[in-house]
């Protein structure tokens, strides 16, 4: 296969070439948004990074568990941790 570009497929690309959006597309678009939205944006901002923080804990806290031998080692370290409280 030649690496010189195919004349006919260039011409096809810039026939093709045409802007995405119009004016009248944006503004239908901007006309059907609900026009509350923008007065509860920050609250569902905050609910959304407080749901990622908190998944992210229990994802951090639930990860190890699934380790093999977890509970043995688990068991372990309450073991020493009882040891060294009344010893």
Sequence with gaps: MP???D???LRSFAQADQPL???QFVAQLTARLPGG???SAP???LGAALQTIGRSLLIGVAAPLRLRHV???ALAALAVTVW???A
């Design 3 to 5: 690496d010189e570009p």
């Design 7 to 9: 004349a006919q497929l």
């Design 21 to 23: 959006a119009d004016a």
């Design 37 to 39: 939205a923008a007065a």
């Design 43 to 45: 609250f569902e901002a």
């Design 71 to 73: 509970g043995v080692m």
């Design 84 to 86: 060294a409280a009344f």
